[in-house]
């Protein structure tokens, strides 16, 4: 939340019509976007989070409610007026969608040609872009001779040609390995802390959220369900939603395993310390895991463990005792059906 | 007819065919690709939707899409004099295969632009690109080799077209193989005239088959 508002949704609502019937892809959304911030917005397919993306070029029309970007309200804006506005807005996809006739050089010109900038112009700023995202090498490559995060990169490099202030990044890393998707996102990180361009990054891969977002808007089936640091979300999701996409495997075991459960929260601080063997050897019960994971968000260590409570309540007692001592979040999941 | 009167003759008549060929594809696809961009942008989700204009388009193209070339030939004779004031020779033959080939290569043409991925045409709208900017820097451009092959179909097309073309009073090879094969049972002379017709029709195809893959850089 660095700076002032870029673009703000409010209170969107979109409805797509079928075939098979009427969906509604959103419904009353009510979100910021600030200026020099990473937000993420993540959901399970179907959640309508592109469609949420796309409303900021107005790829997409909003039935109900307004998109306001830097103040103006985009559906309001004539045709001419909106390509104005799309050009201080990039945007790079989850199929890349290069030009295959194009080479490299002259796909990473074509907004600036499309804005009416000289061939020579546009190519000699295309070379400048190339550089910074490390594809001078490539300059006469066409798309079919490139990889998939060599793609992205020229895609990134022609996003950012007509110096937008905002990217929108639709599944960019989507069809990436996990190696190359690092690398993305490491460039991502990059142009958004040296040219200070806002991102809006549409994804359903936590690690996305983990490795580069200032705050993250979980949304399931066209509502935002939370929005919050991506600290904070990783500390303790809230919604259902949220869980499922922090925990896939702990909401498994919740439903494996039928008695009291203790949740330990790591906050960044206490993650090293050797808290399980504190357990067993001070408060002398033996510990069963039922689920344990971490992320590293900004190079502290986040991350829960499920552990099963025993039935002996002055051991239970003892547990909790000591996390209290060591000032640690926790808190007691219930039994099911209790 | 002896060698020696024949190859005078055939040549005389591969010239008028190659001339009629060539005029009559450019003069179609003068008009076809325009027929064939506006086909395109006004289609119900196009870049530019007009359903009424698009549905009055594609009823004309299939008209004349539908007329057969020999009775097409013969119902714009009038129109046919009308333009080039006279309805006998190669000129004259040009006329009605222009009309008969510019829905036919607008089609070619149009089917070979519905080809470019959707997604282009999305990231050319997110850049602020504009519906000329659209067709003539991202749709035609990536469907060049596409739109090569499909020229290389028209001409072969229009070729035989204008073979027919020969049978009324129209020039070139056609004529030829009319003229001695059918009125003079010269089925020596026809039957070269055949091969000449083949021959060009697979150098057409070959070179156009060629050029596409050499400039496709998929």
Known sequence: ???????????????????????????????????????????????????????????????????????????????????????????????????????????????????????????????????????????????????????????????????????????????????????????????????????????????????????????????????????????????????????????????SYSGARLRLVFDGLSAEEPLISKIVLEAKVPVNILYADSKNIEDKTYGQMLLALPDNETAAERILALLEREGLTYSIDEEEGK | MSINTLIPVLWQGLLETLAMTVASTVFAYILGIPLALLLYSTAPGGLTPKPALNRILNIITNILRSVPFLILLIWIMPFTRFIVGTTIGTPAAIVPLVVSAAPYVARMVESSLLEVDGGLIEAACSMGADTKSILFKVVLPEALPSLIVGGSIAVTTILGYSTMAGFVGGGGLGAIANNYGLFRYDYFTMFVTVVLIVILVQIIQAAGSKLALKIDKR
């Not at chain 1, 950012?160 to 069809?175: G, K, Q, R, Y």
């Not at chain 1, 939603?241 to 498994?252: D, F, S, T, V, W």
Request: hydrophobic share 40%; charged share 25%; proline share 3%.
């Open chain 1, 1 to 255: 939340m660095q700076g002032k508002e870029i673009a703000e949704f409010k209170n969107v609502s979109k409805t797509f019509s079928s075939k098979e019937g009427e969906v509604r892809a959103l419904s009353g959304i009510d979100l910021q976007l600030y200026r020099g911030e990473i937000l993420a917005v993540i959901g399970p397919s179907g959640a309508g989070k592109s469609t949420l993306l796309r409303m900021l070029n107005r790829l997409e029309e909003a039935d109900e409610g307004t998109v306001i970007w830097q103040g103006q309200e985009l559906g309001k804006l004539s045709p001419s007026q909106l390509n104005a506005t799309r050009r201080k807005m990039g945007m790079i996809f989850q199929h890349f969608n290069l030009l295959a006739q194009r080479n490299v050089l002259d796909n990473v010109a074509l907004p600036l040609e499309i804005h009416g900038l000289s061939r020579d112009k546009a190519r000699a700023k295309a070379a400048e872009l190339l550089e910074l995202v490390d594809l001078g090498d490539k300059t006469y490559a066409y798309p079919a001779q490139l990889s998939g995060g060599q793609k992205q990169r020229v895609a990134i490099a022609r996003a950012l040609s007509t110096d937008p202030e905002l990217l929108l990044c639709d599944e960019a890393t989507s069809a990436l390995d996990p190696a190359t998707t690092h690398s993305i996102l490491e460039l991502l990180k990059k142009i958004n802390r040296e040219l200070g361009i806002t991102l809006f990054v549409v994804t359903h891969e936590m690690h996305v959220v983990e490795h580069i977002c200032d705050r993250v808007a979980v949304m399931d089936d066209g509502h935002i369900v939370e929005l919050r640091s991506v600290k904070d979300l990783f500390k303790n999701p809230r919604s259902a939603a949220a869980r499922k996409l922090i925990y896939p495997q702990g909401e498994l075991l919740k439903r």
